[in-house]
């Protein structure tokens, strides 16, 4: 089952703009991952946010998480033909060892 | 160190055969997990193994199955095949399981024909 989902499903934007992707969970959690897959390949870590977090920055990075809305957002600044990728976020409920994922955004960098 | 690695990176296989794959976990890690992701279903989780253990298990058929070694290798093995199980089957190691501290592969992607 997946945890929450994520919007936009899809995203295209130009180079240079910022990207912005939103997910949404359903139970508490303990941390929120964001990572990214290119075509289908093998999942990068981008970022961790804890519950007790509100902001984190990693580069050009930059994610929130408002645990009262049950929500995270993904910011990309200044992006690159290179993040064109699917995103996803993961959340850790504190059930066991698993990640519950969303459904992804699909992120179309044009240059 | 040497990231995760999966064997086979592709497969392909009719109905009812079975098959299995690997993951060679981070060196130091013990905790391997499995992940499931399909266009439809998204990623989802399989089980999870330490110190040869199963500790968790998502909510799969019992034709999907795991077992870890000794040196923290793991293995799943998927029987009597459906055109359903075609998807990329990721793992993911830890040193105990914290997937704050998880590490993907590459995934082995399998069709079922």
């Known amino acids: 089952s997946q945890q929450g989902e994520e919007d936009p499903q899809a995203l295209s934007i130009q180079e240079g703009e910022n990207a912005t992707m939103n997910c949404s969970y359903k139970?508490?959690?303990?941390?929120l991952q964001w990572y990214r897959q290119n075509s289908g390949r093998g999942l990068v870590h981008l970022i961790l946010?804890?519950?007790n977090e509100r902001e984190k920055h990693s580069g050009r990075l930059r994610v929130t998480l408002d645990t009262s809305k049950k929500s995270s957002s993904l910011l990309i600044t200044a992006s690159r033909a290179a993040d064109t990728a699917s995103y996803f976020c993961?959340?850790?409920?504190?059930?066991?060892?698993?990640?519950?994922w969303g459904a992804g955004t699909k992120l179309i960098i044009k240059p | 160190k040497a990231g995760v690695t999966q064997t086979p990176r592709y497969l392909i296989k009719t109905r009812g055969q079975q098959v299995t794959l690997s993951c060679s976990p981070i060196s130091g890690h013990r905790s391997v997990s499995w992940y499931q992701q399909t266009p439809g279903q998204g990623l989802q989780f399989l089980f999870e193994?330490?110190?040869?253990?199963?500790?968790n298990k998502g909510n799969f058929p019992g034709r999907f199955s795991g077992r870890q070694f000794s040196n923290s290798r793991s293995e799943m093995n998927v029987s009597t095949l459906e055109l359903g199980d075609s998807a990329l089957y990721l793992c993911a190691s830890s040193p105990y399981g914290d997937t704050d501290t998880q590490y993907f592969g590459p995934g082995t992607r399998l069709t079922v024909l």
């Open positions: 193994y330490f110190s040869e253990t199963q500790r």
């Open positions: 993961a959340t850790d409920a504190g059930s066991n060892y698993q990640l519950i």
């Open positions: 139970t508490s959690i303990n941390n």
């Open positions: 946010i804890r519950s």
